[in-house]
């Protein structure tokens, strides 16, 4: 009995998301595969007990479902004497699904909860609750909001799919890089929102980091897209260095001051599994850039031995697939690695004097850090207390007014 | 999760012997059975109308009753549903679905949490 009773909450953890993506697609719409998806589960606990787990649980809960609301939409139909049609077309004996249509089902899902069209606070509660199977609760936590706002965002959310009949299908290939591109936005800015998170109260927020990466183990197991295991990578990799980069009072630890042994070898080696698997396939988008980047960074025993060049050319590659201010700040600070801080000055003030960076406090702190090394420490001096004004973000304040306490200490 | 889902509804909309809401009235009690079936229903309760309700007050040491609801509004408390669902959207999609929110308004309200600490404010 109670180990029906677990191999029931296992198959739950393991099979529900499985389940209500296909009952989506049998009974056509969310609220009706939810209220299926219970009655499967349900009828589940009141059966297996005595008939024992069946061999295929998920053709048994899909099967199940499918019948509960075929049956409900009967009686309903008896009651009201309208509808007569509806009742009659979900037919009586499902077949079970052959496995890739089961993984179509998932994607199919993931593709929805991520449709362009929804705005991307309701593609994040969405993908949470509907494909993470997080509860509203657990959602409004993390995002410290309350229970009925991330509500009324997954039912308008649900809304607009019905209304706007968007289709519960997987993109074809043309369609592919662009619609990939939402689910892996929303995938980031899941694992991003509990990263930047880290020196905040909120330990449910971590939560979020975990959450993310176990969506993007789900979408590489389902679709082998290049840039879909990059983010993975880059995730991981953030994710592998993320208790080095505070300290205990929560102030960010720079790359190359960091306690490489804290890293996580079992994250950084998966990274490297990844990365290499989606340089395989010949196309690199900026997520995969950023991973090698990353990686590149990780690989190196120490700051001073990182591969500086190879950095540089991965950015030159990122630039030109993400022509972005901040990816050329970022080659600006490499050069002045690779070719020594005057190299990398000239980069970053010709940068800055194209105006997209100068509101920036980090392109700010990273030409403070160019004018030190090369000992102009008055002109130092002027960027740290130029980044400062520009940050509200108190870690990253504490840090720069110790930088500027050290530098008055210089002689 | 434990919800309350409180059923408010106009009086004069419901027992006007329409046959929306005769029909309303004939689903909502096999809804009902249909979510105890299901094993989502805690409980429930039909409340009769406000001219047999007793409004209750204690100040000072004294108490105080009047005959009539605390508030003098179209639309009353008319019953209420104690479901269990997984999450407030899933309390959501099952109060959306009392025939009588075609009528009236329902509220969805969860439990308080006695292990958690109290609101201050």
């Known amino acids: 009995m109670t180990d029906t009773r677990d191999a029931l909450a296992a198959i739950y953890r393991n099979e529900a998301r499985r389940v209500l993506a296909t009952l989506i697609r049998l009974l056509g719409g969310f609220d009706a595969a939810e209220e299926a998806l219970h009655d499967a589960f349900a009828a589940a606990a009141e059966q297996w007990p005595q008939q024992g787990v069946p061999a295929h649980p998920y053709s048994w809960l899909v099967s199940a479902g499918r019948f509960k609301t075929v049956d409900r939409w009967r009686r309903q139909a008896r009651l009201a004497s309208a509808l007569p049609e509806l009742a009659l077309q979900g037919g009586a004996s499902p077949e079970p699904a052959p496995p890739e249509a ?4 998932e994607l199919r899902l993931i593709f929805s909860c991520c449709h362009p069209t929804l705005a991307p606070d309701a593609r994040i509660a969405l993908t ?19 229970a009925p706002t991330i509500a009324q965002r997954i039912v308008r959310a649900k809304a607009k799919i019905r209304d706007e009949r968007i289709p519960y299908e997987v993109p074809t290939r043309a369609e592919l890089p662009e619609r990939l591109e939402s689910v892996l936005q929303v995938l980031y800015l899941i694992f991003n929102e509990g990263y930047a998170a880290c020196q905040g109260p909120e330990l449910t927020r971590d939560d979020l980091c975990a959450e993310a990466i176990r969506l993007g183990r789900l979408l590489v197991q389902l679709l082998d897209e290049p840039e879909a295991l990059g983010l993975l990578a880059l995730m991981l990799l953030h994710e592998a260095r993320r208790s080095a980069r505070v300290d205990a009072a929560g102030d960010l630890i720079l790359l190359e001051h960091q306690d490489r042994s804290r890293w996580d070898p079992a994250r950084i080696h ?5 990365i290499e698997r989606a340089l395989c396939k010949r196309s690199v988008g900026p997520y995969l850039l950023q991973a090698a980047i990353v990686a590149v960074h990780v690989e190196a025993p120490g700051h001073a031995q990182t591969d500086w060049a190879q950095i540089v ?18 080659r600006a600070v490499a050069l002045g690695m690779r070719d020594g801080p005057a190299a990398g000055l000239s980069a970053l003030d010709a940068l800055l004097s194209q105006g997209a960076l100068v509101d920036y406090h980090l392109a700010h702190a990273a030409r403070a850090d160019l004018r030190l090394r090369l000992g102009r420490l008055e002109a130092a001096q002027e960027s740290y207390e130029r980044a400062l004004e520009l940050t509200q973000q108190p870690a990253e304040r504490r ?7 050290e530098l008055a200490q210089l002689p | 999760m434990r919800y309350a889902c409180l059923v408010y509804f106009d009086p004069k909309v419901v027992f006007n ?19 105890r079936a299901s094993g989502q229903l805690v409980s429930d309760g039909a409340l009769q109308l406000p001219d047999q309700t007793m409004t209750i007050r204690v100040r000072d040491g004294k108490m105080s009753a009047t005959d009539g609801p605390y508030l003098e509004t179209k639309e009353i408390l008319a019953g209420f ?4 669902a997984r999450d407030l959207n899933e309390a959501v999609r099952i109060a959306a679905a009392i025939p009588l929110a075609k009528l009236g308004t329902v509220e969805v309200r969860p439990f308080v949490d006695f292990s958690k600490p109290r609101p201050i404010l």
């Open chain 1, 128 to 146: 949470l609750r509907e494909v993470g199977r997080l509860t509203t609760e657990e959602i409004a936590r993390a995002y410290l909001t309350s």
């Open chain 1, 313 to 330: 050319g991965l950015y030159d590659v990122l630039r030109k697939v993400d022509p972005s201010p901040v990816v050329a700040l970022n």
């Open chain 1, 102 to 105: 089961i993984e179509d089902d």
């Open chain 1, 399 to 405: 840090f720069l007014l110790k930088r500027l306490a």
């Open chain 2, 81 to 84: 549903l104690v479901i269990e």
């Open chain 2, 17 to 35: 012997q329409s046959l929306e809401s005769e029909a309303a009235l004939r689903e909502g009690a096999a809804y009902i059975e249909e979510l």
């Open chain 1, 270 to 274: 998966e990274a490297q599994g990844l």
